[in-house]
RNA sequence: GCGGAGGUCGCCAAGCAUGGUCAAAGGCGUAAGACUGAGGCUCUUAUCCCGCAGGGGUUCGUGGGUUCAAAUCCCACCCUCCGCACCA
């Protein structure tokens, strides 16, 4: 077993035997809740619940160190229908299936059999994945666990659900969906062979009328165009019906019928025949009395809607094509017995104004795009355009009712209902494009009734959810906005359904509560989860008052606890349990989850909750990518988050997973990376540990003090990106950059022997251990500790042990390097020799003084001189000064102010000692031999007279 | 279509709110050197272009604008990713 894996078992063990992350409440203690959305157990973990995840842990870590009560509990999420479909899929032999499961998830084939069992295969995986969660460390109260379909939470899901309906905030109606009839269920994205994304859209159905009072029922998404009708187009060579629809008589095409049967309508087909029939025959617009033509129309799809469409030549090409094209043929008119002067009297009617076209801008584009006829792939094209142009700019003219002068896109959903309302249209539900079942089957649009949704659109259900994301903090700040917008874009959602695991609605018989609706309040529940596991409380205890009681503190306890055979003690306890840990502090998840889940929670808890109960925190994260694609089973790089830690340990997939990315941007999971910083981690087990073996001197220079200025400066950092949960700064900080520092450190050092080095390490390993827990554990044992790192004292950042003479005598030495380094590369050679002169001492009199101005306003070098010249002090080098002000005040612009402010504290350096204090480190980093003077010393060695040149901050050089 | 997030020096990615301290952190990759029996590890240095002196030139999706000064502010455009419902 590699010393890696030896590492993390053992910590494990002693995490758990110390029940280090069980956490009881503690009233003198800050608690902080942090949680994690229940993973749905069709399949193991993977890295990209990892990730999230992660970011939950280090959080949680972060806090524990800070001395908060922590609790981060966790459970499974078994609600719902895949689990049975892919259960099935194994009981029907489903090779393909079946090979994945093998092959990814690494199911034994003796497990696998038993998977004909949904809840068996549920467990399998829950298994599975608490193993996977204890092996990479996340530290969680294991004693709050649950999963969704254990009778004691569907208690709970039942007093949440009747609380709704009491509060009105669950709703009966219809719904369309998109339906397989040969399952007879609904067919969501996963179940499709084709048409994933396709959603029922509802077409305005115009009910013009034959003279026999039978009606043609015309589709369009275009109702506005009813004033600019000239005639309606048949399909002469498909079938269509006569049918007693809802006790009117309707000519459909005969799959339109069949359609409307599942769209909550009583239809009985009367006879069929073909469009041919009706060709010739005249109609009457029911909005305008005006009568028109049946025409001829071999574009015309029986399968999209009703089959019949009526024709706006003006603005929709199809409809001028197959004009032009019938107009053009007059055996056509033969054929079907047309008055071809009728047939050639009809023009195009124009009854929108869009800009940069005229009267006809079908007709227009169609000449303009050289479109042939109505079977030219171009039309389609056209259409396309033109209806986008309409919507946006176009206008209503004189000619349109009531509507004149109205802009289509303000008036289209109006006008659409106004005409239902007067009885001259209806609606219809179908699909844009084609929607084929996993079992082949085509689809169609049903409309579901009696659905239970959870109401959304109520307003004040809106607001109130809008005031729990004002007093929210959510992480990063710019997902704010979106969280405010899905607020007030979602609409009913149909809260059950029929088939699937999940809560029993408390009221409907044969409804279960779908799964995005039974996931919104669940944290709650975690709060006493622990209490009703250890005193084995019976579901039938856990009544609708006794929930009122632990969560709203309603009721008489006495007399529920009596009713409900509990202990008042117990029940009390449970009430603390709940008041102590609520509301949770911070709930992370990926983005996919911002439209739904999260903003269900939030709706949720606006509901049920007082507001000293709403959620403090959300987190939201990108989506795990996997060498730079999505993640999928079928694209063959599926990741599992037990796989991963095997391969590569726990520490390095947490930290090559936070390094990834923050804020809302996609992390990227590249083996190789992850590869690396298991290497890396093994370098600094052995880096760290000499370290803490050999610090033992009492060493108190300025580069000690250089250490510890910047640790202090990580620190800082660190706690500031955890506090906002940037993971990826914080990690990188913590492990890259103070890493840096130390090896920086040593370098100018030349030996690891300073205890002040030890006490450095000591916080880094405190900053890197809500990342890489284990490695931190081993080498916080290896200081002599024999506590947990994991629940040490976070360091805090401490203004008296910053050092800026230090910070600034360091910024000196690698300003000088890199000067030095320029002119090397300049000069193309391998020095000798490299000599450095310091500046005077007026120099430095100058110079601060110029910064003192710069950093209190504008500096003018006229008066700057005469301030000069005034001072006795400077009198003997006033001829050097005046060039030298201007050289100084342009290197200043480069410096930041906070410098500027160190400068003027430190005053004068030593630089001379300074640089011979550094003369060795720098003869070993050029290979050449360094020397040292002041330009003030008699007669130093300067055969190119650079000594004059040197500055304050930047010595002057003489490379040979 | 609607809504959200983004486009930075080979790749990943900071910076942009509060314009100058930005040729622009860090990681990866690459090159050279060190260590080593050897290295796929580790360590050091370098890594936009030009320059025999610490300087100059051209960069931050594209095109304009504001400003003494723009990766950062304003406008327009192009491109990428994500969500859009009964499904977890």
Not at 634 to 654: C, I, M, P, Q
């Amino acid at each position: 077993m590699s010393l890696t894996k030896q590492i993390e078992q053992k910590w494990q063990k002693r995490w758990e035997d110390a029940k280090l992350f069980e956490a009881d409440p503690d009233p003198s203690r800050q608690k902080k809740m942090v949680s994690f959305p229940f993973p749905y157990m069709n399949g193991p973990l993977h890295v990209g619940h990892a990730f999230t995840a992660s970011r939950v842990d280090a959080y949680a870590r972060f806090k524990r160190m800070q001395g908060f009560n922590v609790l981060w509990p966790w459970s499974w999420h078994w609600t719902g229908q895949p689990l049975l479909g892919a259960s099935q899929r194994v009981a029907r032999g489903d090779e393909a299936y079946i090979r994945v499961l093998c092959e990814v998830d690494g199911v034994p084939e003796v497990e696998l059999k038993k998977f004909v069992d949904p809840l068996y295969m549920a467990q399998y995986y829950t298994n599975e994945g608490r193993f996977a969660v204890k092996s990479i460390g996340f530290s969680v109260d294991w004693r709050r666990e649950f999963t969704t379909v254990m009778p004691v939470f569907q208690k709970f899901i039942e007093w949440q659900y009747k609380n709704l309906k009491e509060k009105g905030y669950v709703t009966r109606g219809t719904h369309p969906v998109v339906w397989c009839p040969k399952d007879k269920s609904p067919t969501g994205d996963h179940d499709r062979q084709s048409g994933e994304g396709v959603t029922p859209e509802e077409y305005t159905l115009i009910k013009y009328r034959l003279d026999d009072g039978k009606i043609l029922p015309a589709a369009t998404f275009r109702p506005e165009t009813v004033y600019g009708i000239t005639n309606i187009w048949l399909n002469p060579d498909v079938t269509y019906v006569e049918a007693d629809v809802d006790n009117e008589t309707w000519i459909v095409s005969q799959q339109a019928a069949e359609k409307l049967k599942e769209q909550q309508r009583q239809v009985t087909v009367k006879c069929a025949f073909l469009g041919r029939a009706l060709i010739g025959k005249f109609f009457t617009n029911p909005l305008t009395n005006l009568k028109f033509p049946i025409l001829p129309g071999w574009f015309v799809d029986p399968k999209t809607a009703t089959g019949v469409v009526y024709s706006v030549p003006a603005h929709a090409p199809y409809d001028y094509l197959a004009l032009r094209d019938l107009q053009k043929k007059p055996e056509v008119f033969v054929q079907f017995g047309l008055d071809s002067a009728m047939v050639l009297a009809i023009k195009p009617v124009s009854i929108i104004k869009v800009d940069g076209f005229g009267e006809y801008p079908a007709v227009e584009l169609v000449e303009k795009m050289g479109i042939v006829d109505q079977n030219d792939s171009k039309a389609n094209e056209a259409t396309n355009e033109l209806y986008k142009k309409e919507f946006h700019s176009g206008l209503l003219k004189a000619n349109c009712g009531i509507y004149a002068g109205q802009s289509i896109r303000k008036v289209k959903d109006a006008l659409s209902t106004d005409f239902k309302g007067l009885g001259v249209a209806d609606g219809m539900y179908d699909l844009k494009e084609a929607v084929v079942c996993r079992c082949m089957t085509q689809c169609v649009v049903k409309i579901l009734s009696d659905q239970w949704f959870l109401n959304y659109s109520d307003p004040q259900w809106k607001d109130l959810a809008h005031q729990v994301i004002t007093q929210l903090n959510i992480y990063p700040d710019s997902a704010k906005p979106w969280f405010n917008t899905v607020i007030d874009w979602l609409r009913e959602w149909a809260c059950a359904r029929t088939t699937g695991f999940g809560t029993p609605l408390p009221w409907g018989k044969g409804w279960i509560i779908e799964t995005l609706s039974d996931s919104t309040i669940y944290m709650a529940f975690y709060t006493i989860n622990a209490q009703i596991k250890r005193n084995n409380i019976q579901p039938d205890s856990l009544t609708f008052e006794v929930f009122d009681y632990i969560f709203l503190g309603k009721g008489d306890k006495i007399l529920v606890a009596k009713t409900a055979n509990l202990s008042i003690e117990l029940l009390d306890e449970m009430r603390r349990e709940f008041l102590y840990w609520y509301p949770f502090d911070l709930r992370n998840s990926a983005k996919e989850l911002v439209p739904n889940h999260l903003s269900f929670c939030i709706f949720h808890h606006a509901a049920l909750f007082p507001p000293q109960h709403w959620p403090k925190a959300i987190g939201v994260n990108g989506m795990l990518m996997v060498e730079g694609q999505g993640m999928h089973k079928s694209k063959g790089n599926f990741v599992t988050l037990k796989g991963a830690v095997e391969k590569y340990g726990a520490d390095a997939t947490r930290c090559g997973l936070l390094l990834g990315a923050e804020g809302m941007d996609d992390p990227d999971w590249r083996a190789d990376n992850i590869v690396d910083l298991k290497f890396k981690f093994d370098s600094l087990l052995s880096f760290a540990g000499n370290i803490i073996v050999s610090a033992k001197q009492d060493d108190d220079t300025a580069l000690e003090h250089w250490l510890v200025s910047q640790m202090q400066q990580r620190i800082s950092d660190v706690t500031t990106a955890l506090e906002e949960l940037k993971t990826r700064t914080a990690l990188q900080n913590a492990l890259f950059e103070t890493w840096n520092d130390i090896k920086w450190y040593l370098q100018r050092k030349g030996n690891s022997e300073a205890k002040a080095l030890g006490e450095v390490v000591r916080d880094w390993l405190k900053l890197l251990a809500p990342f890489a827990p284990f490695l931190c554990e081993e080498l916080w044992s290896q200081t002599g500790e024999t506590g947990f790192i994991s629940i040490a004292k976070w360091p805090i950042y401490d203004a008296g042990k910053v050092d800026v003479m230090a910070l600034e005598q360091e910024n000196l030495v690698t300003d000088v390097m890199a000067d030095t380094n320029n002119i090397l590369k300049a000069m193309k050679i391998s020095p000798s020799r490299i000599v450095y002169y310091t500046a005077a001492y007026w120099k430095w009199r100058v110079y601060l003084k110029i910064v003192e101005k710069t950093l209190t306003g504008e500096v003018k070098i006229n008066e700057l001189m005469r301030e000069f010249v005034a001072d006795t002090a400077f009198k003997p080098h006033i001829k050097d000064i005046a060039p030298l002000v201007p050289r100084i005040i342009k290197a200043l612009t480069k410096i930041s102010s906070s410098r500027k402010t160190n400068m003027t504290k430190i005053n004068v350096i030593d630089e001379k000692a300074l640089l011979i204090n550094a003369a060795k480190f720098l003869k070993d980093r050029f290979n050449a031999d360094i020397a040292v003077y002041s330009e003030s010393e008699a007669q130093p060695f300067d055969p190119k007279h650079r000594a004059v040149m040197a500055m304050p901050y930047q010595p002057a050089i003489y490379v040979e």
